[in-house]
């Protein structure tokens, strides 16, 4: 894991790629921007609530990994 990524960024980031999903991909589904996901994947942003729990359901990330 990078120094400036979150835990939360390494396990979308992961997921991301088992999925073979670009980041692109996933803001688009989640009508946001690439730069949002690159933000919340760098730890520079957190998603809200919602929109993490989506992701989680999307990538198929356990939501307990993320709510500690």
């Known amino acids: ?3 400036e990524e979150t835990e939360f960024g390494a396990l979308v980031l992961k997921a991301l790629e088992k999925n073979n999903m670009s980041r692109q991909e996933l ?7 690439h ?3 690159c933000n919340w994947i760098g ?3 957190v998603p809200n609530l919602i929109t993490a729990l ?3 359901k999307m ?4 939501a307990n990994q993320i709510i500690k």
Do not use: F, H, P, Q
């Not at 990538?59 to 356990?62: A, C, F, N, T």
């Open 35 to 37: 730069s949002s996901v």
């Open 59 to 62: 990538l198929d990330i356990d």
């Open 54 to 56: 989506r992701i989680c």
């Open 1 to 3: 894991m990078k120094a």
């Open 43 to 45: 730890g520079k942003m």
């Open 27 to 33: 803001a688009d589904e989640l009508n946001s921007t």
